[in-house]
Each structure stands twice: as C-alpha cells, then as structure tokens.
C-alpha cells in the first residue's frame, strides 16, 4: 500500500459546526502531516506529527484541533470555523529522518472544505 | 525575499517541447530537493527528489540543482498534455529530525496537442 487515503473528499459545514478529517497511511511512515491549500497557492503547513507526537504546530488557530490516534491515522477536528477557512486539506506522511531515508513526501488527494 | 521563488507561469507549450521548470532560493541550509506534480483538484505527487548538487534522469524528467547558484531545475523532454498540471518545487534543510518542506509557488504548465 503507497497511498495516503483522505476521507471525506468534500465537505461542507457551518459556522457553528464540529466536523473531523481523517487520514490514514499503512506505509510505515512515521511522520505525518497536515497542509493547508488555497487555490492557486502552494501547500502552507499546519501541523507536524512525529512519531505519534505533535512536533510542530505551525501558529494554528484552535478551532483547528489535530490528533494522531496510532501510527496509521490522523485526524484534524474542526470546530467554529470562518468561511475563509475554507479550502483543500491535504495530509501527507514521510519516513523519518534525513539522508538516503528522505523520500520527500506522499501526500492524499485531500478533503476540499467549504465552511458557510 | 521569499525563501523560494518560481515563475508562476502560465506556460504554454505544444506537445513535444522541452520544458524547463525553474526556483531559486535563498537559504543555503537546504540540502534536499524535489519536484511535485498536482493536478487540478488532487494532491502533490513527488516527481523527482535530489540530495545536495548534480543531476538525476527519471524517463523524461531531468531534475538539476546548482547549490552555488541556489538555482533548481526540472526538465521535461518530449512534453505530453498529460504533463498539464501544476509544478511545486520543495526543499528541505532537515535541521531537525522533522522533514518540514518548504515549497515553491508553483508553476502552472499546458501542453497543447
């Protein structure tokens, strides 16, 4: 299995809504990811997971909430959050460590959010 | 300055051309670099990944870093509408045990039939 599997796809919610991402990689990475993209930009970074641990958060808003469950999945619980929070969520994970183990990122396809 | 810069196009070529895709950056710390590619509506895909100076050939990609210049480059030779997408330039430092990435602003490229 190479892939990193996003649910859901899309997905709209209200202002006043709690909805939750989810990503998920049998690679063995252990490193993972969440990305913020607008259109036309590139990947901006939310937060870094390590080992299971949160290693960086890169000034995220709380209503932005990140959980790494086990070594496989990610998840990111939004809650409150303002139309222009709106666009493509990508998680992506990698092997850690440098040298000849960096293989750069997988990333999924993402979960495209529209808050209302 | 920006600590990656990349043309962001539109670039328009017909089917068949070279394509050369290019960034510069500023910190010299980065020692890892690669190319994404992302269609519309999908995630990056890692086309070609480099450590430190030189060249690496995948098929029709040609990847190229120039350290002294701060300069990358990707290739494209006999250019395919399949190729139309969205082009990220990366880098890494790897400071820390964490592989944050810094990407480019992304050129977006079209092949014409």
């Known amino acids: 299995d190479t892939e990193v599997t996003q649910t859901p796809k899309h997905l709209v919610m209200g202002m006043t809504n709690k909805k939750s991402l989810k990503c998920e990689q049998h690679m063995g990475h252990r490193a993972m990811y969440w990305y913020k993209q607008k259109a036309k930009k590139p990947p901006e970074l939310m937060f870094v997971?390590?080992?299971?641990?949160?290693?960086i958060n890169e000034s995220v808003p709380s209503r932005f909430s990140p959980e790494c469950p086990n070594s496989s999945l990610l998840n990111l619980h939004l809650h409150a959050l303002q139309p222009e929070d709106s666009a493509l969520y990508l998680c992506?994970?990698?092997?850690?460590?440098?040298?000849?183990?960096?293989?750069?990122?997988?990333f999924g396809s993402g979960t495209r959010l529209t808050v209302v | 300055q920006k600590e990656v810069e990349q043309d962001p196009g539109p670039l328009s070529v017909p089917e068949g051309a070279i394509v050369s895709l290019n960034c510069t950056y500023s910190?010299?710390?980065?020692?890892?670099f690669m190319w994404y590619r992302q269609y519309s509506r999908k995630g990056p895909e890692l086309l070609m990944y480099t450590y430190s100076s030189g060249n690496k050939e995948d098929g029709r990609f040609t990847a190229q870093v120039d350290k002294s210049s701060k300069y990358i480059s990707l290739f494209i030779r006999d250019s395919q509408p399949s190729d139309s997408a969205t082009y990220l330039c990366?880098?890494?430092?790897?400071?820390?045990?964490?592989?944050?990435?810094?990407f480019g602003p992304g050129t977006s490229l079209s092949v014409i039939p």
């Open positions: 910190n010299s710390a980065f020692q890892y």
């Open positions: 992506a994970s990698s092997r850690q460590g440098g040298g000849a183990h960096n293989y750069g990122y997988t």
């Open positions: 990366a880098m890494s430092a790897l400071k820390t045990s964490y592989d944050k990435v810094i």
């Open positions: 997971y390590s080992y299971e641990k949160l290693s």
